[in-house]
T-cell receptor
Framework: EDKVVQSPLSLVVHEGDTVTLNCSYE??????LLWYKQEKKAPTFLFML????IEKKSGRLSSILDKKELFSILNITATQTGDSAVYLC?????????FGAGTTVTVRA | KAGVTQTPRYLIKTRGQQVTLSCSPI?????VSWYQQTPGQGLQFLFE???????NKGNFPGRFSGRQFSNSRSEMNVSTLELGDSALYLC??????????FGSGTQLSVL
C-alpha cells in the first residue's frame, strides 16, 4: 500500500521567516508527487513534480523532488499571514491520490 | 471556467438516516473522485469514476456508494449513517492527468 509521511505535523513561524516542509513516500510505479494548500475547505493545487522535473518554483514557493531518497521538500520564503494553511503532499496511483497527514503552518504577524 | 461545485455545503443528519451528496465537475472533466476528510484520518479515498464507470474504490464499507451520470456529474450516498461518518466530503475532478481540482466540500454532521 502506498505510504506518504509528512513532517512536521505543525509549526508556528513569524512573518518573514522561511518554512521547510517535508514529504517522504513509498509508492509502486512512481510517476509524480503533488503539493496542495488547504486553507478552509477546498485543497488548491500548488505543484506537481514528475520524474522528468525535480524542481518547481512559483513566487515565494518552491519544491524539489529527490527520487533516489524518495522525498520532496516544499519551501516558503518570506512568509506572510496568508500562507497560514494546511499543506498536503500526495502521490497518485491507480486513479487515486494517497495523501499525507498534512503540515499545519501558522504564520504570526 | 467554473470550478468543482458540491451541494449541499452543510448537512446535519441523525444516526440511521441516509444522505446523498452531489458534485458537478469542471466542464469537460470526465473523471470524478470522492474523498473523506476527518481530523484523525486525514484525506481518505472513497471512489473514482470515469465515463460512468467506477475504476477504483477505497476501503470503506458498502454503506458508501456512488455513481456518475452521462454528463459527468456525480453523487455519493451513505446509508445507515453512523456517528463516525461525520466528516468533510470532498469531490475532485480531473481532465485526464493526475492533477485533481477539488470542490469546497460538504460538511456532514451525524448526531
Amino acid at each position: 500500500e502506498d505510504k506518504v509521511v509528512q513532517s512536521p505535523l505543525s509549526l508556528v513561524v513569524h512573518e518573514g521567516d522561511t518554512v521547510t516542509l517535508n514529504c517522504s513516500y513509498e509508492v509502486t510505479n512512481f510517476r509524480s508527487l503533488l503539493w496542495y494548500k488547504q486553507e478552509k475547505k477546498a485543497p488548491t493545487f500548488l505543484f506537481m513534480l514528475t520524474s522528468s522535473g525535480i524542481e518547481k518554483k512559483s513566487g515565494r514557493l518552491s519544491s524539489i523532488l529527490d527520487k533516489k531518497e524518495l522525498f520532496s521538500i516544499l519551501n516558503i520564503t518570506a512568509t506572510q499571514t496568508g500562507d497560514s494553511a494546511v499543506y498536503l503532499c500526495a502521490v497518485p496511483n491507480d486513479y487515486k491520490l494517497s495523501f499525507g497527514a498534512g503540515t499545519t503552518v501558522t504564520v504570526r504577524a | 471556467k467554473a470550478g468543482v461545485t458540491q451541494t449541499p455545503r452543510y448537512l446535519i443528519k441523525t444516526r440511521g438516516q441516509q444522505v446523498t451528496l452531489s458534485c458537478s465537475p469542471i466542464s469537460g472533466h470526465r473523471s470524478v473522485s470522492w474523498y473523506q476528510q476527518t481530523p484523525g484520518q486525514g484525506l481518505q479515498f472513497l471512489f473514482e469514476y470515469f465515463s460512468e464507470t467506477q475504476r477504483n474504490k477505497g476501503n470503506f464499507p458498502g454503506r458508501f456508494s456512488g455513481r456518475q451520470f452521462s454528463n459527468s456529474r456525480s453523487e455519493m450516498n451513505v446509508s445507515t449513517l453512523e456517528l463516525g461518518d461525520s466528516a468533510l466530503y470532498l469531490c475532485a475532478s480531473s481532465g485526464g492527468g493526475e492533477k485533481l481540482f477539488f470542490g469546497s466540500g460538504t460538511q456532514l454532521s451525524v448526531l
